[in-house]
Nanobody, 119 residues
Framework: QVQLVESGGGLVQPGGSLTLSCAAS????????MGWFRQAPGKQRELVAT???????NYVDSVEGRFTIFRDNAKNTVYLQMNSLKADDTAVYYC?????????????WGQGTQVTVSS
């Protein structure tokens, strides 16, 4: 059974920091592109950051320079370090794992963790 379990969400003041964690099981973690998505009320889910199996990272423009995605293959865990948080960062954040081959493409999702940025 594949499981992605997020943790680290909570309430933080504008300008503050949080680090999210996503622990994966049931997959060969090192082969997957890992990512973080978020969904705010009334908005579509958007990609926030990804990190490939080789360590290449990508970020949505709105978080570039503020957020950092890391992975620790020994712990089967991907992290999202969030600094200088803004009210617009408020959303449910979802962990994502993707593998694509000639034969198959699998996508897995965590259940999400709430991040609220408010004074």
């Amino acid at each position: 059974q594949v499981q992605l379990v997020e943790s680290g969400g909570g309430l933080v003041q504008p300008g503050g920091s949080l680090t999210l964690s996503c622990a994966a099981s049931g997959i060969v973690f090192s082969l997957y592109r890992m990512g973080w998505f978020r969904q705010a009320p009334g908005k579509q889910r958007e990609l926030v950051a990804t990190i490939s199996s080789s360590g290449t990272t990508n970020y949505v423009d709105s978080v570039e320079g503020r957020f950092t995605i890391f992975r620790d293959n020994a712990k089967n865990t991907v992290y999202l370090q969030m600094n200088s948080l803004k009210a617009d960062d408020t959303a449910v954040y979802y962990c994502n794992a993707v593998i694509m081959t000639v034969y198959r493409g699998d996508t897995y999702w965590g259940q999400g963790t709430q991040v609220t940025v408010s004074s």
